[in-house]
Protein backbone atom coordinates (compact mmCIF):
# COMPACT_ATOMS: atom_id res chain seq x y z
CA UNK A 1 0.00 0.00 0.00
CA UNK A 2 0.99 3.24 -0.66
CA UNK A 3 0.72 5.28 2.75
CA UNK A 4 1.49 9.38 2.87
CA UNK A 5 2.20 10.91 5.99
CA UNK A 6 1.34 14.83 6.15
CA UNK A 7 3.61 15.99 9.30
CA UNK A 8 6.14 13.07 8.00
CA UNK A 9 8.77 14.91 10.07
CA UNK A 10 7.28 14.59 14.03
CA UNK A 11 9.15 11.96 15.85
CA UNK A 12 6.09 9.95 15.90
CA UNK A 13 4.92 10.32 12.86
CA UNK A 14 8.30 9.47 11.46
CA UNK A 15 8.98 6.86 13.61
CA UNK A 16 5.60 5.26 12.59
CA UNK A 17 7.07 5.78 8.87
CA UNK A 18 10.32 3.97 9.08
CA UNK A 19 8.07 1.26 10.54
CA UNK A 20 5.25 0.67 7.72
CA UNK A 21 8.55 1.03 5.42
CA UNK A 22 10.24 -2.07 7.02
CA UNK A 23 6.51 -4.10 6.70
CA UNK A 24 6.91 -3.80 3.08
CA UNK A 25 4.56 -0.50 2.39
CA UNK A 26 5.78 2.50 0.33
CA UNK A 27 5.78 5.54 2.57
CA UNK A 28 5.95 9.24 1.42
CA UNK A 29 5.21 12.43 3.16
CA UNK A 30 5.24 15.83 3.69
CA UNK A 31 6.24 18.67 6.63
CA UNK A 32 6.45 22.30 6.84
CA UNK A 33 9.52 21.87 9.27
CA UNK A 34 12.15 19.54 8.09
CA UNK A 35 15.22 19.00 10.13
CA UNK A 36 18.24 15.79 11.55
CA UNK A 37 17.86 13.76 13.02
CA UNK A 38 14.48 13.00 11.85
CA UNK A 39 14.68 13.64 8.43
CA UNK A 40 18.10 11.65 7.79
CA UNK A 41 16.80 8.41 9.19
CA UNK A 42 13.89 8.33 6.69
CA UNK A 43 15.99 9.48 3.83
CA UNK A 44 18.16 6.86 4.46
CA UNK A 45 15.46 4.60 4.67
CA UNK A 46 14.37 5.52 1.42
CA UNK A 47 11.25 7.69 2.25
CA UNK A 48 10.71 10.77 0.03
CA UNK A 49 10.01 13.82 2.05
CA UNK A 50 8.54 16.99 0.49
CA UNK A 51 8.48 20.14 1.95
CA UNK A 52 5.45 22.22 2.86
CA UNK A 53 1.70 21.32 1.22
CA UNK A 54 0.41 21.14 -2.07
CA UNK A 55 -2.79 19.74 -3.65
CA UNK A 56 -1.61 19.25 -7.59
CA UNK A 57 1.31 17.24 -5.54
CA UNK A 58 -0.93 15.40 -3.55
CA UNK A 59 -3.39 14.54 -6.45
CA UNK A 60 -0.14 13.44 -8.68
CA UNK A 61 0.91 11.32 -5.81
CA UNK A 62 -2.40 9.57 -5.74
CA UNK A 63 -1.33 7.70 -2.22
CA UNK A 64 -3.79 5.33 -1.40
CA UNK A 65 -4.20 6.61 2.23
CA UNK A 66 -3.22 9.73 3.90
CA UNK A 67 -2.32 9.49 7.62
CA UNK A 68 -2.97 13.13 9.46
CA UNK A 69 -0.95 14.13 12.02
CA UNK A 70 -2.65 15.36 15.31
CA UNK A 71 -0.98 18.74 14.41
CA UNK A 72 -2.92 19.34 11.62
CA UNK A 73 -6.55 20.99 11.25
CA UNK A 74 -9.08 22.94 9.45
CA UNK A 75 -6.90 25.15 6.88
CA UNK A 76 -4.52 23.11 6.17
CA UNK A 77 -4.64 23.14 1.90
CA UNK A 78 -4.29 19.31 2.02
CA UNK A 79 -6.56 18.80 4.58
CA UNK A 80 -9.14 20.44 3.13
CA UNK A 81 -8.93 18.90 -0.46
CA UNK A 82 -9.29 15.55 1.72
CA UNK A 83 -12.33 16.89 3.11
CA UNK A 84 -13.53 18.39 -0.24
CA UNK A 85 -13.32 15.13 -2.66
CA UNK A 86 -13.01 12.26 -0.57
CA UNK A 87 -11.23 10.82 -2.90
CA UNK A 88 -8.37 9.75 -0.84
CA UNK A 89 -8.76 7.22 2.12
CA UNK A 90 -7.62 9.63 5.41
CA UNK A 91 -6.62 7.78 8.86
CA UNK A 92 -5.36 9.05 11.72
CA UNK A 93 -1.34 8.07 13.09
CA UNK A 94 -3.46 5.95 15.92
CA UNK A 95 -5.87 4.07 13.53
CA UNK A 96 -3.17 3.32 10.93
CA UNK A 97 -1.06 1.51 14.07
CA UNK A 98 -3.86 -0.25 14.71
CA UNK A 99 -4.67 -1.56 11.49
CA UNK A 100 -1.19 -2.09 10.04
CA UNK A 101 0.92 -2.90 13.34
CA UNK A 102 -0.88 -4.13 16.44
CA UNK A 103 -3.91 -6.20 15.18
CA UNK A 104 -2.98 -9.90 16.67
CA UNK A 105 -0.23 -8.14 18.75
CA UNK A 106 0.20 -8.74 22.48
CA UNK A 107 0.37 -5.05 23.23
CA UNK A 108 2.11 -3.51 26.34
CA UNK A 109 0.77 0.08 26.22
CA UNK A 110 2.67 2.52 28.81
CA UNK A 111 0.71 5.21 29.72
CA UNK A 112 0.54 8.37 32.51
CA UNK A 113 1.74 11.69 33.27
CA UNK A 114 5.13 11.17 33.26
CA UNK A 115 8.09 8.35 32.12
CA UNK A 116 6.41 6.68 29.12
CA UNK A 117 9.37 7.41 26.91
CA UNK A 118 11.57 6.32 29.60
CA UNK A 119 9.34 3.28 30.57
CA UNK A 120 8.60 2.56 27.07
CA UNK A 121 12.66 2.34 26.13
CA UNK A 122 13.31 0.27 29.16
CA UNK A 123 10.54 -2.62 28.35
CA UNK A 124 11.64 -2.69 24.77
CA UNK A 125 15.61 -3.17 26.17
CA UNK A 126 14.66 -5.98 28.36
CA UNK A 127 12.51 -7.90 26.14
CA UNK A 128 15.22 -7.81 23.74
CA UNK A 129 17.99 -8.52 26.33
CA UNK A 130 15.67 -11.60 26.65
CA UNK A 131 15.74 -12.72 23.11
CA UNK A 132 11.63 -12.53 23.01
CA UNK A 133 12.34 -10.45 19.56
CA UNK A 134 9.76 -7.59 20.76
CA UNK A 135 8.30 -4.60 18.09
CA UNK A 136 7.97 -1.33 19.53
CA UNK A 137 7.43 2.21 18.67
CA UNK A 138 9.03 4.74 21.05
CA UNK A 139 8.05 8.34 20.79
CA UNK A 140 11.57 9.51 21.80
CA UNK A 141 14.70 9.24 20.81
CA UNK A 142 16.28 6.39 22.85
CA UNK A 143 19.79 5.28 23.10
CA UNK A 144 18.37 2.18 24.36
CA UNK A 145 17.34 0.45 22.39
CA UNK A 146 19.64 1.77 19.13
CA UNK A 147 16.64 3.18 17.27
CA UNK A 148 12.86 4.13 18.12
CA UNK A 149 11.00 1.13 16.44
CA UNK A 150 11.24 -2.41 15.31
CA UNK A 151 9.10 -4.54 13.93
CA UNK A 152 9.74 -7.77 15.77
CA UNK A 153 7.93 -11.15 15.74
CA UNK A 154 4.42 -10.46 14.14
CA UNK A 155 2.75 -13.19 17.11
CA UNK A 156 5.02 -11.50 19.54
CA UNK A 157 4.89 -8.16 22.02
CA UNK A 158 4.64 -5.03 21.01
CA UNK A 159 5.88 -2.09 23.21
CA UNK A 160 4.29 1.51 22.36
CA UNK A 161 3.99 4.29 24.28
CA UNK A 162 0.90 5.30 25.28
CA UNK A 163 0.00 9.05 25.01
CA UNK A 164 -3.73 10.34 26.28
CA UNK A 165 -3.54 13.49 23.97
CA UNK A 166 -5.58 13.07 21.23
CA UNK A 167 -5.90 11.24 17.89
CA UNK A 168 -6.14 13.52 15.16
CA UNK A 169 -8.89 16.77 14.90
CA UNK A 170 -11.43 14.63 13.62
CA UNK A 171 -11.19 11.84 16.18
CA UNK A 172 -10.79 13.44 19.91
CA UNK A 173 -10.30 9.97 21.70
CA UNK A 174 -6.74 9.51 23.05
CA UNK A 175 -4.07 7.75 21.32
CA UNK A 176 -4.13 5.18 23.86
CA UNK A 177 -7.47 4.01 22.98
CA UNK A 178 -6.58 2.66 19.66
CA UNK A 179 -4.08 0.21 21.09
CA UNK A 180 -5.65 -2.76 21.61
CA UNK A 181 -3.84 -3.50 25.16
CA UNK A 182 -3.18 -6.80 27.04
CA UNK A 183 -0.82 -4.77 29.51
CA UNK A 184 -1.09 -1.61 30.76
CA UNK A 185 1.69 0.15 32.67
CA UNK A 186 -0.25 2.91 34.55
CA UNK A 187 2.62 5.04 35.88
CA UNK A 188 1.52 8.17 37.58
CA UNK A 189 -1.55 10.38 36.82
CA UNK A 190 -1.80 14.19 36.92
CA UNK A 191 -3.83 17.01 35.38
CA UNK A 192 -2.04 17.60 31.76
CA UNK A 193 -2.83 18.86 27.95
CA UNK A 194 -4.93 21.45 29.53
CA UNK A 195 -5.64 22.37 26.24
CA UNK A 196 -7.29 19.01 25.90
CA UNK A 197 -8.91 17.82 29.25
CA UNK A 198 -11.05 20.31 31.16
CA UNK A 199 -9.60 18.89 34.84
CA UNK A 200 -8.13 16.23 36.43
CA UNK A 201 -11.44 14.07 36.39
CA UNK A 202 -11.43 14.71 32.44
CA UNK A 203 -8.08 13.06 32.08
CA UNK A 204 -9.21 10.46 34.89
CA UNK A 205 -11.89 9.74 32.51
CA UNK A 206 -10.09 9.33 29.37
CA UNK A 207 -7.58 6.56 31.36
CA UNK A 208 -10.39 4.18 32.59
CA UNK A 209 -11.77 4.23 28.92
CA UNK A 210 -8.62 2.43 28.28
CA UNK A 211 -8.63 -0.20 31.26
CA UNK A 212 -12.23 -1.37 30.06
CA UNK A 213 -9.94 -2.34 27.06
CA UNK A 214 -7.68 -5.01 28.66
CA UNK A 215 -8.78 -8.33 28.59
CA UNK A 216 -9.07 -11.17 31.13
CA UNK A 217 -6.34 -12.52 30.51
CA UNK A 218 -4.25 -9.61 30.64
CA UNK A 219 -2.29 -7.28 33.48
CA UNK A 220 -2.94 -3.74 34.54
CA UNK A 221 0.35 -2.62 36.15
CA UNK A 222 -0.52 0.63 38.58
CA UNK A 223 2.25 3.01 40.46
CA UNK A 224 1.41 1.59 44.15
CA UNK A 225 2.00 5.92 45.61
CA UNK A 226 0.01 7.06 43.18
CA UNK A 227 -3.72 8.09 44.34
CA UNK A 228 -4.85 9.05 41.40
CA UNK A 229 -3.57 5.87 39.32
CA UNK A 230 -4.79 3.66 42.31
CA UNK A 231 -8.41 5.27 42.34
CA UNK A 232 -9.10 3.88 38.64
CA UNK A 233 -8.12 0.26 39.27
CA UNK A 234 -10.62 -1.44 41.44
CA UNK A 235 -11.03 -4.30 38.22
CA UNK A 236 -13.13 -6.91 38.32
CA UNK A 237 -12.45 -8.22 34.84
CA UNK A 238 -8.09 -8.25 34.64
CA UNK A 239 -5.63 -8.93 37.26
CA UNK A 240 -3.92 -5.25 38.86
CA UNK A 241 -0.60 -5.79 39.88
CA UNK A 242 1.13 -2.76 42.04
CA UNK A 243 4.22 -1.26 41.94
CA UNK A 244 6.50 1.04 43.99
CA UNK A 245 7.55 1.83 47.70
CA UNK A 246 4.00 1.00 49.50
CA UNK A 247 4.07 -2.20 51.85
CA UNK A 248 1.11 -3.62 49.77
CA UNK A 249 2.99 -3.59 46.42
CA UNK A 250 3.03 -6.88 44.12
CA UNK A 251 6.39 -5.67 43.29
CA UNK A 252 7.91 -3.37 46.25
CA UNK A 253 11.45 -1.35 45.40
CA UNK A 254 13.23 -1.39 48.44
CA UNK A 255 16.71 0.19 49.36
CA UNK A 256 17.01 3.11 46.85
CA UNK A 257 19.92 4.76 47.19
CA UNK A 258 21.58 8.09 45.19
CA UNK A 259 25.28 7.04 44.35
CA UNK A 260 28.13 8.79 42.44
CA UNK A 261 27.25 7.08 38.97
CA UNK A 262 23.30 6.92 39.56
CA UNK A 263 21.38 4.82 41.82
CA UNK A 264 21.03 1.48 43.16
CA UNK A 265 17.85 -0.78 44.48
CA UNK A 266 16.18 -3.81 45.41
CA UNK A 267 13.17 -5.43 43.55
CA UNK A 268 11.16 -7.46 45.78
CA UNK A 269 8.35 -9.88 43.98
CA UNK A 270 5.93 -10.95 46.28
CA UNK A 271 8.02 -10.91 49.42
CA UNK A 272 10.86 -12.44 47.57
CA UNK A 273 14.29 -10.52 46.04
CA UNK A 274 14.04 -10.36 42.53
CA UNK A 275 16.73 -8.51 41.66
CA UNK A 276 19.69 -5.99 42.92
CA UNK A 277 19.79 -3.36 40.31
CA UNK A 278 22.61 -0.84 40.02
CA UNK A 279 22.41 1.54 37.20
CA UNK A 280 23.48 5.20 35.53
CA UNK A 281 19.69 6.65 36.04
CA UNK A 282 18.82 8.87 38.63
CA UNK A 283 15.93 9.21 40.90
CA UNK A 284 13.22 7.08 42.50
CA UNK A 285 11.12 7.98 39.94
CA UNK A 286 13.26 6.05 37.70
CA UNK A 287 13.57 3.38 39.34
CA UNK A 288 9.93 2.80 39.52
CA UNK A 289 9.49 3.36 35.69
CA UNK A 290 12.36 0.14 35.61
CA UNK A 291 10.17 -1.76 37.90
CA UNK A 292 7.15 -1.28 35.79
CA UNK A 293 9.13 -1.96 32.43
CA UNK A 294 10.82 -5.22 33.98
CA UNK A 295 7.16 -6.41 35.40
CA UNK A 296 5.89 -5.60 32.12
CA UNK A 297 8.16 -6.94 30.03
CA UNK A 298 8.51 -10.59 32.37
CA UNK A 299 4.48 -10.93 31.85
CA UNK A 300 5.21 -10.90 27.98
CA UNK A 301 7.75 -12.68 27.72
CA UNK A 302 7.51 -17.08 27.17
CA UNK A 303 9.70 -17.18 30.57
CA UNK A 304 8.10 -17.15 34.02
CA UNK A 305 9.20 -14.67 35.80
CA UNK A 306 11.21 -16.10 37.97
CA UNK A 307 13.76 -17.58 35.62
CA UNK A 308 14.16 -13.78 34.31
CA UNK A 309 16.65 -11.45 35.72
CA UNK A 310 16.56 -7.29 34.60
CA UNK A 311 19.99 -7.24 35.82
CA UNK A 312 20.70 -6.14 32.19
CA UNK A 313 19.16 -2.89 33.55
CA UNK A 314 23.13 -1.87 34.56
CA UNK A 315 23.72 -1.91 30.90
CA UNK A 316 20.37 0.66 29.93
CA UNK A 317 21.91 3.76 28.15
CA UNK A 318 18.72 5.75 28.35
CA UNK A 319 17.02 8.51 26.48
CA UNK A 320 17.90 11.50 24.65
CA UNK A 321 16.89 14.48 26.15
CA UNK A 322 15.99 12.27 29.52
CA UNK A 323 18.45 13.40 31.96
CA UNK A 324 21.01 13.54 29.05
CA UNK A 325 24.39 14.81 29.76
CA UNK A 326 25.64 17.40 27.29
CA UNK A 327 28.76 18.51 28.81
CA UNK A 328 30.91 16.96 31.58
CA UNK A 329 33.73 18.63 33.03
CA UNK A 330 35.23 18.52 36.38
CA UNK A 331 33.56 21.96 37.10
CA UNK A 332 30.85 22.24 35.20
CA UNK A 333 27.90 19.72 33.83
CA UNK A 334 25.72 20.59 31.32
CA UNK A 335 22.14 18.12 31.49
CA UNK A 336 19.24 18.98 28.61
CA UNK A 337 15.75 17.46 30.26
CA UNK A 338 12.53 17.28 28.31
CA UNK A 339 10.21 17.94 31.97
CA UNK A 340 8.19 19.87 31.80
CA UNK A 341 5.69 19.28 34.16
CA UNK A 342 6.23 21.03 37.62
CA UNK A 343 6.44 17.44 39.05
CA UNK A 344 8.66 15.93 36.55
CA UNK A 345 10.58 19.07 36.88
CA UNK A 346 11.10 19.06 41.12
CA UNK A 347 11.21 15.20 41.07
CA UNK A 348 14.45 15.61 38.65
CA UNK A 349 15.94 18.48 40.68
CA UNK A 350 15.69 16.40 44.12
CA UNK A 351 17.35 13.11 42.28
CA UNK A 352 20.46 15.83 41.16
CA UNK A 353 20.84 17.49 44.09
CA UNK A 354 21.48 14.37 45.64
CA UNK A 355 23.44 12.83 42.74
CA UNK A 356 25.67 16.01 42.18
CA UNK A 357 26.72 17.41 46.00
CA UNK A 358 28.80 20.37 46.89
CA UNK A 359 27.60 22.01 42.98
CA UNK A 360 25.67 24.90 42.41
CA UNK A 361 22.32 24.12 40.43
CA UNK A 362 21.31 26.09 37.64
CA UNK A 363 17.86 25.64 36.00
CA UNK A 364 16.77 27.09 33.16
CA UNK A 365 12.92 26.50 32.79
CA UNK A 366 10.80 27.18 29.52
CA UNK A 367 7.21 27.34 30.53
CA UNK A 368 6.31 26.12 26.28
CA UNK A 369 3.13 23.44 26.94
CA UNK A 370 0.18 23.95 26.45
CA UNK A 371 -0.11 23.12 30.81
CA UNK A 372 3.27 24.64 32.09
CA UNK A 373 2.55 28.15 30.59
CA UNK A 374 -0.82 28.66 32.28
CA UNK A 375 -0.88 30.45 35.50
CA UNK A 376 -2.57 27.98 37.42
CA UNK A 377 0.86 26.24 37.05
CA UNK A 378 2.55 28.80 38.85
CA UNK A 379 2.57 27.57 42.56
CA UNK A 380 3.65 24.06 41.89
CA UNK A 381 6.30 25.38 39.36
CA UNK A 382 7.64 27.56 42.04
CA UNK A 383 7.49 24.61 44.96
CA UNK A 384 9.43 22.72 42.22
CA UNK A 385 11.84 25.75 40.86
CA UNK A 386 12.82 26.45 44.55
CA UNK A 387 15.08 23.22 44.81
CA UNK A 388 17.48 24.71 42.56
CA UNK A 389 20.38 27.63 43.64
CA UNK A 390 18.95 29.82 40.47
CA UNK A 391 16.54 29.59 38.09
CA UNK A 392 16.50 31.49 34.95
CA UNK A 393 12.85 31.40 33.63
CA UNK A 394 12.25 31.69 29.34
CA UNK A 395 10.05 33.44 27.80
CA UNK A 396 5.76 32.19 27.96
CA UNK A 397 4.99 30.66 24.38
CA UNK A 398 1.87 32.54 23.52
CA UNK A 399 0.56 30.51 21.12
CA UNK A 400 -3.47 29.81 21.24
CA UNK A 401 -3.80 31.35 24.13
CA UNK A 402 -7.09 33.36 23.71
CA UNK A 403 -9.65 31.83 26.71
CA UNK A 404 -6.19 30.97 28.92
CA UNK A 405 -4.71 33.13 31.47
CA UNK A 406 -0.67 32.66 31.12
CA UNK A 407 2.19 32.74 33.28
CA UNK A 408 3.52 35.88 34.33
CA UNK A 409 7.06 34.18 34.48
CA UNK A 410 8.29 37.73 36.18
CA UNK A 411 5.74 37.53 39.32
CA UNK A 412 7.51 33.32 39.59
CA UNK A 413 10.89 34.77 39.66
CA UNK A 414 9.53 37.37 42.09
CA UNK A 415 7.71 34.47 44.51
CA UNK A 416 11.50 31.91 43.81
CA UNK A 417 13.15 35.28 45.48
CA UNK A 418 10.75 35.13 48.26
CA UNK A 419 11.40 31.80 49.29
CA UNK A 420 15.10 32.26 48.50
CA UNK A 421 16.03 31.05 45.11
CA UNK A 422 18.06 33.17 42.73
CA UNK A 423 15.83 33.82 39.99
CA UNK A 424 15.58 35.79 37.11
CA UNK A 425 12.65 35.87 34.21
CA UNK A 426 14.15 36.31 30.50
CA UNK A 427 12.03 38.36 27.47
CA UNK A 428 13.91 36.35 25.14
CA UNK A 429 16.17 33.99 24.36
CA UNK A 430 19.08 35.81 23.30
CA UNK A 431 19.09 37.71 26.78
CA UNK A 432 18.91 34.46 28.50
CA UNK A 433 22.42 33.24 26.52
CA UNK A 434 23.96 36.24 27.61
CA UNK A 435 23.59 35.45 31.24
CA UNK A 436 24.22 31.67 30.94
CA UNK A 437 27.60 32.74 28.27
CA UNK A 438 30.28 33.14 31.67
CA UNK A 439 29.05 30.03 33.00
CA UNK A 440 30.67 27.98 30.11
CA UNK A 441 34.01 29.62 31.04
CA UNK A 442 36.26 27.65 33.25
CA UNK A 443 35.29 28.04 37.27
CA UNK A 444 36.53 27.20 40.62
CA UNK A 445 32.69 26.96 41.75
CA UNK A 446 31.45 23.56 40.47
CA UNK A 447 28.33 23.92 38.52
CA UNK A 448 25.68 22.24 37.61
CA UNK A 449 23.39 23.79 34.61
CA UNK A 450 20.25 21.83 33.27
CA UNK A 451 17.98 22.98 30.68
CA UNK A 452 13.66 21.43 30.98
CA UNK A 453 12.08 22.49 27.70
CA UNK A 454 9.57 20.07 25.45
CA UNK A 455 11.23 22.18 23.12
CA UNK A 456 14.64 23.70 22.47
CA UNK A 457 15.19 27.33 23.68
CA UNK A 458 15.24 28.37 20.39
CA UNK A 459 18.78 26.67 19.70
CA UNK A 460 20.19 28.32 23.32
CA UNK A 461 20.80 24.64 24.15
CA UNK A 462 22.84 23.93 21.56
CA UNK A 463 24.23 27.20 21.52
CA UNK A 464 25.72 27.14 25.17
CA UNK A 465 27.15 23.82 25.22
CA UNK A 466 28.90 24.53 22.15
CA UNK A 467 30.28 27.52 24.02
CA UNK A 468 31.38 24.96 26.95
CA UNK A 469 33.91 23.33 24.19
Known amino acids: MRIYFLGIA ?121 SQDPGYMIGGAPIDPARG ?46 DIFRDLEDVKRTFSHLLRLVPKSGYVLVNADDE ?8 DWTTVYRVGTAHDADLRIENYETTVDGSRFDLVWQGQLWASIEWGMTGLFNARNAAMASLAAALSSDESLVNLSPSALSRFRGVKRRQQMRVERDDLKVIEDFGHHATAVRDTLSALRSRFKDTRVVACFEPRSNTSRLEMMREPTVAALRLADAAYIGAVKSRNSQGVELMDTHSLAASLQDVGTEAEAFDSNEALFAKLQPLAKDGDERTLVIFFTNGSFGGVIDRFVAECG
Open 10 to 130: GTAMGNAALLLRAMGHEVLGCDQAIYPPMSTLLEDAGIEIMQGYSVDRLQALAPDLVVVGNAYSRGNEEVEFLLESRSIEYTSLPDVLQRFVLSRRSNIVVTGTHGKTTTTSITAFLLEQW
Open 228 to 235: NALSLTDL
Open 149 to 194: WREGYRGGPFVIEGDEYDSAFFDKRSKFIHYQPRVVILNNLEFDHA
